[in-house]
T-cell receptor, first 111, second 113 residues
Framework: GENVEQHPSTLSVQEGDSAVIKCTYSDSASNYFPWYKQELGKRPQLIIDIRSNVGEKKDQRIAVTLNKTAKHFSLHITETQPEDSAVYFCAASWHNNDMRFGAGTRLTVKP | DTAVSQTPKYLVTQMGNDKSIKCEQNLGHDTMYWYKQDSKKFLKIMFSYNNKELIINETVPNRFSPKSPDKAHLNLHINSLELGDSAVYFC????????????FGPGTRLTVL
């Protein structure tokens, strides 16, 4: 089965700086890689996703890159704001929507 | 309109009891899931149902059983509750074909005393 590893487990940045979270996956059949943001006491919500036929995707301050050969993908947040503080989860999904999540990264943006 | 809803939001119960958590989605999705999120925030899939068939069954205790009366509902029954069952349980749904985004419910915080 799929195994997803996520680093770092905690990340603290100053407001305005960039934040990068990295994930690796084990199953080369995985073809969908979403990123979820979970604020304290709330549900996980999709912020960006990428499919295996794309190498990079950007949405305003958020971007995701995928390296299929190396089986890793990364989330990049630029110009961080205090409201970006949350737990971020990467995930990898393949046949039948079998989605496996990373362990999460707690991002703190200090004003 | 609420896309994925769960009831109850909080559940406090004694060890040994049997309890159920209900989940409903109004998105017309084909697949529904149950996740357990422990105190360390790790999200682990427990079950998924596609058109009333179980397609993923993780190694969870058989005290946990999913029940799907129809495509829009996936309830979670837990028998003989144990202290270690305390966690937040999330229901989710997704459209099977091509669109893989999973939409999560608000979660049910289960506390076993």
């Amino acid at each position: 089965g799929e195994n997803v590893e996520q680093h770092p487990s905690t990340l603290s940045v100053q407001e305005g700086d960039s934040a990068v979270i990295k994930c690796t996956y084990s199953d080369s059949a995985s073809n969908y890689f979403p990123w979820y943001k979970q604020e304290l006491g709330k549900r996980p919500q999709l912020i960006i996703d990428i499919r295996s036929n794309v190498g990079e995707k950007k949405d305003q301050r958020i971007a995701v890159t995928l390296n299929k050969t190396a089986k890793h993908f990364s989330l990049h947040i630029t110009e961080t704001q205090p409201e970006d503080s949350a737990v971020y989860f990467c995930a990898a999904s393949w046949h039948n929507n079998d989605m496996r999540f990373g362990a999460g990264t707690r991002l703190t943006v200090k004003p | 309109d609420t896309a994925v809803s769960q009831t109850p939001k909080y559940l406090v119960t004694q060890m040994g009891n049997d309890k159920s958590i209900k989940c409903e989605q109004n998105l017309g999705h084909d697949t529904m899931y149950w996740y357990k999120q422990d105190s360390k925030k790790f999200l682990k899939i427990m079950f998924s149902y596609n058109n009333k068939e179980l397609i993923i069954n993780e190694t969870v205790p058989n005290r946990f059983s999913p029940k799907s009366p129809d495509k829009a509902h996936l309830n979670l029954h837990i028998n003989s509750l144990e202290l270690g069952d305390s966690a937040v349980y999330f229901c989710a749904s997704s459209q099977e074909a091509r669109i893989n985004e999973q939409f999560f419910g608000p979660g049910t915080r289960l506390t076993v005393l």
